[in-house]
């Protein structure tokens, strides 16, 4: 009877522990088709020289080569039939573009935000309203437009530019190269990786597409403060900017760190944008890691060199995610 009763319980506890992985068996079954199968397929085909010729017969083509690392060594070394290729270079300037457009989103956003939150201010929903609509746009059509903006002959800018410059007295139209100008106007802001003019109008271009977002994460971050904070203040006589320092920015700060760290993984990541608008030109100056690895596919049918240079990217993204995992905690709590 006690048998009975313990492999009764055993069973139950079997059957509650059981439960929620049968559950989430499906979920895993999905993931593991679309997400890891084909992460484990092309890191065997980056060992190899997978190109158009192996595509029917996929790893077991009796013409595939299996090369080791080259894919790999290639990459670090410029080893790749690529022109103006540096994959250090690269990967610099991807950081430097994620993190430049991080530093100015944020403290813009941040601005607008508190500067719409301020008692007395008309319309204030319209102006938010619309400052959402760049959020709401695709990347493709927004890199589009700022394309043609930007064109050297007919673009709004040297147009514009150019009003300002008769206004001198200079009757010269501005005829700026801004997506095809190679020498970069600071030499040495950057010396491994030179910036272009094209970086700077995809900076515009981008500023215009990223601080909504973080205005938005602000607004809502603005309105959980209390208000009796602020009421205190002014009794002790604190300024606008003191009330800012020691209460706005550290009760906001706890939503913007994650909004920053999503605004960067997002920039890292801006394959629409980037490709769009210079497609990584001029001579692959603005060319970041996931548009060169498509480059590799698209144009050239490398692909195991793809499929090595996705892992490299794989790792680089890991990396990242660890590290601001670890600086925003944000899964601390799943973890306890």
Do not use: C
Request: proline share 7%; glycine share 6%; aromatic share 16%.
């Amino acid at each position: 009877m006690g048998a009975a009763t313990a492999f009764s319980r055993g069973k139950n506890a079997l059957r509650r522990g059981g439960l929620p992985y049968i559950y989430l068996a499906p979920a895993f079954i999905v993931m593991g088709i679309i997400t890891f199968y084909p992460l484990v397929y092309q890191f065997i085909i980056s060992f190899s020289d997978f190109q158009t010729k192996d595509l029917l017969y996929g790893i077991s083509s009796p013409k595939l080569s299996w090369i080791g690392i080259k894919n790999y060594i290639d990459i670090f070394t410029g080893g790749l039939p690529v022109q103006n290729f540096d994959f250090f270079r690269v990967l610099t300037y991807n950081f430097w573009w994620a993190i430049t457009n991080v530093a100015v989103h944020v403290p813009a956003g941040i601005l607008i935000a508190v500067l719409l939150n301020i008692h007395g201010i008309w319309f204030k929903r319209v102006y938010r309203a619309i400052y959402v609509l760049p959020i709401v746009i695709p990347p493709l059509v927004v890199a589009t437009v700022w394309r043609n903006i930007f064109d050297e002959q007919y673009g709004a800018i040297n147009q514009g530019l150019s009003a300002v410059a008769h206004l001198f007295g200079s009757v010269n139209p501005v005829h700026l190269r801004w997506l095809t100008e190679y020498t970069p106007p600071i030499p040495w802001l950057l010396p491994n990786s030179p910036l272009p003019l094209a970086y700077y109008a995809m900076m515009i271009a981008n500023f215009w597409l990223g601080w909504p977002f973080m205005a938005l994460v602000a607004t809502g971050a603005l309105q959980s403060i209390p208000k009796d904070l602020y009421e205190a203040a002014d009794i002790d006589g604190a300024s606008g900017s003191q009330q800012f320092w020691n209460i706005t920015l550290p009760l906001i700060r706890p939503a913007m760190i994650p909004a920053a760290i999503y605004g960067f993984t997002l920039s890292f990541n801006l394959f629409n944008f980037v490709y769009f608008m210079t497609g990584g030109g001029p001579a692959r100056s603005t060319e970041i890691l996931v548009t060169f690895a498509y480059d590799l596919v698209r144009n050239l049918r490398l692909y195991g060199a793809a499929a090595a240079f996705s892992m490299i990217i794989l790792v680089v993204a890991l990396t990242i995610f660890l590290i601001t995992n670890r600086i925003t905690r944000a899964t601390a709590a799943s973890e306890a």
